[in-house]
């Protein structure tokens, strides 16, 4: 996992590489931990899917009503179209990756983007430009559980 997120750091934009970087010195201290399991998604995917928890029960910030931490994804992987209750806010760290949100086709959203998905919007992400995927999330808490994944979309 940690591989991913040193490759993350090389190829973040100008106005995130400090934040990025320092992820990456830290990264292996980090606790990462995976939603799925290999007969979800697969073990390739399991290889190059992981997040952190900054804020929220537990986390290094206790909160009960945010959930924030950083999610990545390796090179040439889909996090397929899923939809939860909470309603979430990604800001994009490092790579270049399409989104697939609500009915639209993918799009590919740069370093930098902010992704808003409302509650049970259907959305996903694909790593389809070589280079991993960090993102920082904002969750609301009170509404959190496992996301409902449906029939991947190409």
Not at 9 to 38: C, E, F, I, R
Request: aromatic letters at 10%; a negative charge.
């Amino acid at each position: 996992m940690t591989d991913w997120v040193g490759q993350a750091a090389a190829n973040a934009p100008q106005a995130t590489k400090g934040l990025v970087n320092a992820l990456a010195a830290v990264s292996d201290a980090l606790h990462w931990q995976q939603t799925y399991s290999k007969d979800d998604m697969g073990q390739r995917f399991l290889d190059r899917y992981g997040w952190f928890m900054l804020v929220g029960p537990n986390a290094p910030v206790m909160s009960g009503a945010l959930l924030s931490g950083v999610l990545l994804l390796g090179p040439d992987v889909e996090y397929p179209v899923h939809k939860h209750a909470a309603e979430e806010i990604y800001v994009t760290l490092s790579g270049n990756a399409s989104w697939k949100i609500g009915e639209a086709d993918w799009h590919l959203k740069a370093a930098g983007s902010i992704i808003h998905n409302p509650p049970w919007q259907a959305h996903a992400m694909r790593t389809d430009q070589g280079e991993p995927l960090l993102v920082a999330f904002l969750w609301d808490a009170g509404r959190l559980e496992k996301s409902k994944l449906a029939s991947p979309i190409r």
